[in-house]
Each structure stands twice: as structure tokens, then as C-alpha cells.
């Protein structure tokens, strides 16, 4: 794609400020920017970039004041992001997989499969599955007896989904995530023993849906584990069993969230973040990296710590734990004084 | 399978209260009992539900008092987790892998394959590897050279056990764990640059142990890893070089465990702690999620915190932390009552 | 291999303390020493091990100082760890995969495959890909399109690297990690859904880095994310987009590294921490395990706590956290005084 300034600032309406004529032809970060080049600023950590840049177009925000003279065309945008985001999308890249089904794919008995679906080497799929139209299923995809796939799915390599779980349209799962494995439940018996509780529910997972890399979705013990519409998974993070998340609620790398806990829709969670079983966090709530859940949350909160307080509380509260050493000093300073104050007190005269 | 309500009670040794002659023919989960379906009530925070489900059998624990009128047949029992575990493995599914050894099944030389081994598509086996009567290995999984497999164990796709790793009976390996990989370890020189130290230890499990999807065991550096009979791994969890896990022990998801640690038999250890390397946890620990344990344990201890406390310690410190701001503001009321003090002691006429 | 002690010693600039001609054929650790192993004490902690050890030779420092008799040969050397790690690499073990090409390896179109390199079984590489002299690939490995490896990497089993990655020499990626997934980018529209920001950049590897298992290095955005020359990854580590970890730089595993930051040469980083985005951390900083950084760091700074502080600081305030109950009587105690105080003064006249 060769685009002008100008086509790109119609194309986003946007507004161009500089040479409206000159040509881009790849995006790049600022700080990599070289002739032919289209960039953005939206993090203004980031601004002292513009000056210096030598690509050819930035994006930058409606209500961004240059603090010095830029070389660059801008185009004043209102979300930044979200152009760069429609941009970008024009120069991907071509898919992974050739169309068709590789002749080394095992596809088992009673499967359906809809147009364009591609499925790559060595890939495994079992009895009684439904794969979608304009799935892509890369090597080493595994799909166990009787799950299903809606329409235009993106399955990365080594991805294995076990039997009997549901997949929306549009969903697309990195390398080497699991769906579907057991749930971690046992009994502890009188012989100090643990005794495994099969697993028996499946996972359903709605449309629209990521799941990055080396992520781990368990299957319900009974009934299902629910990622609902919209929801965005980072990486390496766990779901437990019975697990319920809801619509377009976004969770960062590493985050864990055990047995039978829901979390309402729309809620943004840090990573490395821990939720304990069985709670309820309500919609919209946003929680802080690192922080862990014991209780139910109530709707639109704000998390901090672990255990987690609100989140300005929790700040305050770790202003004071870093000024603990000073605090303590000045317990025994006032300690000091109150001896003087004894001291002298002996020494006055009572009334009467 | 379809019983009675009857007869289960007399499978479990329970007592019937309503309806002997109902018949359920699959299990769910209490929120979401039909007619035909058998569930349970064992958390009080499920009660409500009770109320309102149209399971046609609830397994309840011998104390359970209705508070309102139950449709349901109920079944008494002592522990009603036990009693759920028994009955649901009556309704598990079926096997994933047909049996025998699929023609795309790679086996190296001199390996010997008990009876009744399953072995799936594109299962890679190395050379001088043992695997005994029952086995199950799915699609994609790596058995490395020498590497031995006892009865009865089933390992998920992708799963890559390392060469020279010994499994005893009956463990179960969820998918894309890794067990052999390389310790971490290395000696700076004095260049300033990382030399690897060879990894030529290895991993030892042993029976009746189950491993969660993407944990990662490394090999040791030299000697073993051990992971010992009994023991249950969450998923995502990652078991350094030389540790050994005792016997019963369970370990929820995300936990890491550093290098030469021993933790004692029968610990419960939450999801998302760390422990660091050449420590030894005691017997019967118990960690709460998110701590973290820098030294020696005495068995029996209950800890919580990073560092961790003692449990009630920890919370008890944490309240405080929590009422900081509030102390902060009491410790500058005591001061300004000792200035006051101050100011009238300096009217105070002196004995004399 | 079978040696003598003084040939050891020789090899390795040591001197002998005992009989110089006992032989030893293998390694083990101290606690499992048996007649023919060499075994090594550099941790002071495992020093009861070297009184009762059957071990024929023992690697010790250049000051120990046996407070007991012992029964071992003895070689003293400069550094321990280096002594063990050059000794270990020669009983090191014969390579997984055998030489060559196998049969089942897809190989796409114009790949390019130095000298000595060998592909195993159920391999997959896709188009454009440069392979170097001397590298392994072990089972169930796929390159994506473009990508190339430096000569003599080592790819374990499971391992996805996604199209257009580059690495150096001498690389070794663990079991089932993940090298070029999409990184975690969205824009929330005013639907409140998120739309996906194609990941369009890629991922550079330098020289003489090791990846751990299971870890995941998601593609830059736009540009590259970068490990620069010997940086060690341990396993479950999270690297996000755009991230550029220094030369030389050790990560303990289930680190995470969010988007965009930039750590510096040298550093040492625990288990367990996270990094936020957007932030750099300077040469040589040292951060403990389960540390969270959410700012820029100085180079050669010393970081604990979550949120950090510089370490001796955190030890202090975590201190004052753990005697918080007493610290809190202490108050009591003290506005117990100041209202004694306030009632004597009561009863005192005035002056004048």
C-alpha cells in the first residue's frame, strides 16, 4: 500500500497539517521512523520523539501543540489509537496457512467442515467436530471428540482443545494454549489421600473472543467454564473451572482466577493478579496488577494490593508503609517527650 | 446410566428424604439441575439454590437443614464431595485415544509397550524408553530416550517429557506440560557473560501423581527432581532443578518453586506463591495464595504474606496496614496533645 | 570419562588435598556421592554433606576449612560453580535428535539449511526460512514464514516461532515456548468493544540467549521486540510487545515484562516480578523475586516490595509491617500517658 497524506487523513477524517503530496508506505514507531514511513504519537512519554522523527507522517491527537518545529506531515486525528489501529490493519501481513487441508491432517469421522477452511500439518482432529467456515487451524492444532468451531476462527500452532468445548465466530487462540483440560478437584480421603473429582463439564467460549499464548482454560467439573463475547485473554494466564467471564472484559498476562469465580463484563485486570474461588467481581471493575481477590466486589471498584483495598486506600496506606521507618521515629520522639512532660509534672505543685 | 435415587442411596451408604423411586441419569451443577439430573450441596454458599432447582436428586451432607420446602429428593450423606466424586466417574466419558499404536506413531529402538497401551497420532518416542500396560499418550506428545512410563498413565497432547525421566503408576499429564527441560542454571564469568552449567540430572514421579496443563518440572542438575507419590499440580506451575515435592502434597496454579527446595508431604500451597531455592517447607504446611517463603519451615505452619508471616500474624499486621491513614491521623492528635501539654506545663508554677 | 584427581586438577588449575590417584567416572551431588563420583561444596549451607559423603573426589574453594576429618580427595579452585560447570560438560549426554533431515519434516519453499543440521520428526517450516549450520530442531517445531536461526540453536520440542523472527547463534529455546505471538494490543471503541491492533513488527534474538520452557515472547506491534546478546529466560516468563531486555540479563521464572519497557545490560531479576509498561530499568539493577516496578529505575538499584523500594528500605518498613500489632499497643500505651498526663495537669495551678 502507497498512500498520500492526504488520502489517509480523508480515508480517517482526519486533518492534515504540512506537505498533503508526500507518499507512505509502511508503518513504523517513532523512534524508527525513515522516509516513507507513518508513524503516530499518542503517549506523550514519547513526544520528544516528533521532533527528531524521519518519517514521513505522524498521527498525532486533535489537541496536540508541537513544542518545537516538526519535519513531518501531521494528521490531527481524534483517537490516535484507534486510527493507527484502522491503518495498520491495511499493511498485515498474508496468512500462515495455505488454504485447503494438508494431506498429513488426521480429520476423524462425522466432521464437518464449512468453506475456506484451512488446516494445516499435522493436525488432529477427532470424531463428531464442526469446524466453521474461514477457519484456520495452523500444525499441531489438536480438537478433541465433538467440540466445535463458529466461523473464522484463528487456531495458532500446537493449541490443544479438549473434547466437548464450544467455540464462538471470530475467535483466535495463540500457540500452544489448552482448552478444556481438567479442572484441579480432588477429595482428601480418611488415608490422608487425595481422590480425583472427574471433570465432567466442558467450556464455552463466545464470539469475538483472544486467548494469547500458554494460556490454560479447565473444563468445568459440571456444567461449563463461560469466556463470554468480546473477552481478550493476555498470556500465560489461568482459568480455573467453572470459571464465568464476562463480555468484553480484558485480563493481562499471568493473571489466575480459581474455581467458580465470575467476573462481570467490561472489568479491565492487571496482571499477575490472583482471584480467589467462588466470589463475584462485579461489572467494570478494574483491578491493579499484582493484587489479590478474597471477597466479592462490588461493581465499578477500584483494586489495589493484596489483599486488595481500594485503590486510592491502598495507596495511602503504601505511602505510610514506606514512611514506616521515619513513622517509628517519631513514635519514639513523642515517646521522649511524654517522659519530659512525666518528668516535670513531678516537679509542679499540685492545687489545693 | 439411569438409578434411583434408592439405589445410589445405597451405593453411598446415605439416607433418602422424599422420593426412593426417582431416577436421575446424569449429574449437574445445582444452579442448573433439570429433571433427570442429579447434583449436590456441599458450600453454604450455594444454599439459596436449593430452593429453587429442578434436579431430581441433591446430594446433602448429614446435618443439611432445609430452611424452606426442597422439591428435590435429597440424598444424606457424610461428605458429600466423596460422595459426588463416586458417583460422577460413573458418568465420565469416554477414552480420547483409540486403542493400539496409530501408524503415524514414531517409536525408537529397543522400546518395550506393555498391554493396552494407546498411542495417538504423531506421538514421538525415543529410543530405550519403557511404557507399561494401560498408557495412554495423545497426539504430539515427546517421550525422550531412556525415559520410562509405569502403568496405567495418561499424557495430554503435547505434553514433552525430556530423556531419562522416570513416571511411576497412574499419572496423569495434562497438555503442553514440560518435564526434563533444562535447570536454570549458569556461572558468571568474569567477562561478565552467563556459562551454562550442564543440566544432566533428571526428573523422577512418582505414583498416582497428576500435573497440570503447562506446568514445567526441569531436570536436575545433577541427581533428580522429585516429585513425589500423590502429589497434585495445578496448572502453569514451574518446579525448579533438584526440588523434591512430598508425598500427598498439592499445589495450586502459577506457584513456583526454586531450585534444591524440599517441601514436606501432605502441604496445601496456594496459587501464585513462590518459594525461594535450598529451603525446606515442613510437613503439613499450609500457604496462602500470593505469599512468599524466603527461609525453613516448621512443619505444621500456616503462612501468609510476601514475605510471609504466620497467618493470623499476617492479618493482623495487614488490618493495621489497612487502618494506617486513620493511625497516622491519631499519632498527629497525640502529638498536638502533647504540644498542648507543653505549652501549659511552661505555666505551671514549679515546686518549690 | 574416567579421570584422576590430579588430572582434574590439572585440567582445571587446582590443587589436590588427599590421594591424587583415586578415578572418578561420574558427577552427583554431594548428599548422593558414591565411590567414583566427583561431587562439589559451594554453598556453606550443604556443609555437613563433605564429613559423611562416599564421594571419591570433592571441588571445594581455595579458603574452606574442614572443621571435621574427611574422607574425599579434595581439589581447591578458585570458583566452585565455574570448576563443576566445566567438569559437567564433559559427562554431558548424547544428543536427542539424530542427524539429517527426517522424513516427516515439512519443509517449505526456498529455505535455505546449513551444514550439520538436524530436523526431527513432525517438524514443520514454512516458507523463506534461513536455517544455519549446526542447529537441532527437535519434534513438533515450526518456523513460520521468513524467520531464520544463526548457527549451532538449539529448538526444543513444541516450540512455535511465528513468521519473521530472527536469531542468533547459539540459541536454545525449552519445550513449548513461544516465540512472535501477537502482542496484547486493542482499542476500546465507543461501543465499548475492543478492537484489535494488528501486531505487525517481529521479534530479534541475539547471540547466545536461552529461553526457558513455556515462555512467551510476543511480536513487537510495530519495530521489534528484542533479547539482546546472552540474556537467560527461565521458564513461564512473559515478554510483552516491543519489550528490549539488555545484554546479559537473567530472569527467574513467571516473570513478566508488559509492553514497551526497555531493561538495561547486567541486570538480575527474581521470580515472580512483574514490570509495568512504558518504563526503563537501568544496567545492573537487581530486583527481588515477586517485586513490582512501576517507574523508571537508576541503574545499579537494588529493588523489593510491590510496589518496590530500594531493598534495605523495603526490609525496614516490612519490619515495622511485622511488629505492627505491637507497634499499636505502643500507641495505646502512649495515649494512655497523655491522658494521665492532661488529668494531673488539671489539678496543677497555674502560674501567676
Known sequence: MKVTAKQLAELLGGRVEGDPDVYVERPARIEEGTAGSLTFLANP???????????????????????LPIAATLIKV??????????VSHFDQKPEVSPGIAATAKIGDRVSIGEDVSIGDYVVVGDDVSISSGCQLHPFVYIG?????????????????????????R?????????????????????????KIQQIGDVIIGNDVEIGANVV??????????????????NLIQIAHNVDVGENTAIAAQTGIAGSTQIGPDCLIGGQVGIVGHV?????????????????????????????????????????????????????????????????????????
Open 280 to 352: 463475584k467481581v462485579g461489572a467494570g471493575t478494574e483491578i491493579q496488577a499484582q493484587s489479590g481477590i478474597a471477597s466479592d466486589i462490588e461493581p465499578g471498584s477500584r483494586l489495589y494490593g493484596s489483599p486488595a483495598l481500594p485503590y486510592n486506600h491502598f495507596l495511602r496506606s503504601y505511602a505510610s508503609f514506606k514512611n514506616f521507618p521515619q513513622l517509628i521515629s517519631q513514635i519514639r520522639d513523642l515517646e521522649h517527650r511524654i517522659v519530659q512532660l512525666e518528668k516535670k509534672l513531678e516537679q509542679v505543685r499540685p492545687k489545693g
Open 171 to 195: 475467535v483466535r487462540i495463540h500457540a500452544n494454549a489448552v482448552i478444556g483440560s481438567d479442572g484441579f478437584g480432588y477429595v482428601k480421603g480418611q488415608d490422608g489421600k487425595f481422590k
Open 145 to 169: 471428540n465433538g467440540s466445535g468451531l463458529g466461523s473464522d476462527c484463528l487456531i495458532h500452532g500446537g493449541v490443544q482443545i479438549h473434547h466437548g468445548c464450544q467455540l464462538g465466530d
Open 217 to 234: 482454560v479447565d473444563r468445568a467439573s459440571l456444567g461449563s467454564t463461560i469466556i463470554r463475547d468480546g473477552v481478550k485473554l493476555d
Open 78 to 87: 481524534g483517537n490516535v489509537y484507534e486510527a493507527m489501529a484502522q491503518l
Open 45 to 67: 512519554k514519547y513526544e520528544e520523539h516528533i521532533y527528531k522523527t524521519e518519517a514521513s507522517v505522524v498521527l498525532v491527537g486533535e489537541d496536540f501543540k508541537p513544542k
